[in-house]
Structure formats: C-alpha cells, structure tokens
C-alpha cells in the first residue's frame, strides 16, 4: 500500500489537536522552558556552553520521548490505537502522523529554549544535522515506551528511567568520578551529542564530530527498527 498525503494530513491534524488540549503534554513541552530560563545566564557572566547545550538537550529528549510516548499510550488508554493500527492507514503513516506532531513540538520548545539560553555559536547545518538525529532516536524510545505501557500515567513512570539516564548522566556524572558509570554514559547519543556540540562551539568541523554523528545515526537505526519490530507486535497483541 502506497503512502497517502491525505492521510497523513489527517492524522497529523487530529494528532495536533489532540494534543494542544492535553495538559500532560502540555506540561512536558514546558518543562524544557523552565529548565531554560532557569540555566538563563546573566548578562555580566561569562559565556558557559553547559547553559547553552543543556536545556537544548532537555528540549530535544522531553518532547521526543515523553510527548511521544503519552500520545500513543493515550492513544491505546481510548481503546483507539488497535483500530488505527488495523485501519487502511500504513505502519510509516500512522508513525509518521505521529512523529510529526511531536516534531512541531519539538522545534517550538527548541526554538524557546534558544530564545532563553542563547543561540550556540556553532555551525548550524551540524547543529541541525545533530540535533534531528537525536530527535528521531528519542521519538523512536518514546513510540516504544507508548506502545509497552497500557495507560499514558504508565508512560510516564516506564520513561522516568530514560529521563535519569539519557539527560541527566550527561549532566550529573562526569562530576562523580565513576569510570565505569562514565564509559556506559559515553556511548548513550545524548553524551554524543553534548559532545558533538562541544567541539563546534570550539570551532571544530565534520573531522572533529564525524564519530559522534556515527554514533548517532546507529542509535537512530537501531531505535528505528526496534519501533517497527515492537508496533508490529503490539498489532495483533491480544
């Protein structure tokens, strides 16, 4: 069955919709904010690029993950995913209906962000380049999350762990001095992406971040094939 722009348009309308009028979503896009202004420089201090990075990549892994991750659990709460799954509507429309409207989310609470912290002087194509990466691989984890918990409260108690563990071991543990927490850190794509961000800010180019955009792109494969493994699972779940 071939891709339908009619349906997709459809979905992504009724999933913004539904959406906006979500207070828990609602709630989980403005966390990024209030991190963001609480990481809020003043003007008599120094440039630190941990107030810049940081609420970017709160931004990036909240609303991929958790925006993600309650819209399909929701979805599934209602009683309404199973027909949608078994609907005329293809797996990469109903996924991309979805992933779209978080997407939107996404680049408002970034946008936000940046607005508050300040615009990382670094190359954009990369920033750009980095930052979707990351966004596909939460968004992935957060279709995972939605389609393992039965109700959206579950989703957010399943991805509590991925909120310690993928932002904030970036933040927290390269100051406890645990080497083998640290090495486990080091390979998760949020700490590849601070990283990445670190060595643009310093004036480095695709030389210095090509193993840091390696590492992205094959958590974004992975994560992308285990999303599709689990939907097409939970499709006939009984």
């Known amino acids: 069955m071939t891709f339908s722009m009619r349906r997709f348009r459809a979905m992504l309308k009724k999933e913004w919709k539904d959406a906006v009028r979500n207070p828990q979503i609602l709630l989980n896009a403005g966390m990024p904010i209030l991190i963001a202004v609480l990481f809020r420089q003043k003007e008599n201090e120094a440039s630190d690029f941990t107030f810049l990075a940081i609420p970017i990549l709160v931004a990036i892994s909240i609303t991929g993950a958790f925006v993600q991750a309650n819209m399909i659990a929701e979805e599934k709460e209602k009683n309404t995913l199973r027909s949608l799954m078994l609907s005329p509507a293809t797996k990469l429309e109903i996924l991309a209906g979805k992933s779209a ?11 936000a962000c940046m607005l508050v912290s300040g615009v990382p002087d670094v190359n954009v194509f990369f920033l750009a380049v980095s930052s979707a990466l990351l966004l596909f691989v939460f ?3 957060g279709t995972i999350i939605g389609l393992i918990a039965r109700t959206a409260s579950e989703s957010s108690i399943i991805g509590l762990p991925v909120l310690l563990l993928f932002i904030f071991g970036p933040i927290f543990v390269p100051d406890l001095n645990l080497p083998a927490l640290m090495s486990i850190i080091h390979f998760l794509p949020s700490q590849q992406f601070v990283m990445a961000i670190s060595e643009l800010h310093q004036g480095g ?4 971040i090509g193993g840091n955009l390696l590492n992205l792109i094959v958590w974004a494969v992975v994560t992308g094939a285990l999303c599709f493994l689990v939907y097409g699972q939970k499709r006939f779940d009984k």
């Open 205 to 208: 180019g695709l030389s210095q």
């Open 139 to 141: 968004m992935a984890l």
């Open 101 to 111: 409207t978080t997407t939107l989310f996404a680049l408002i609470v970034i946008a």
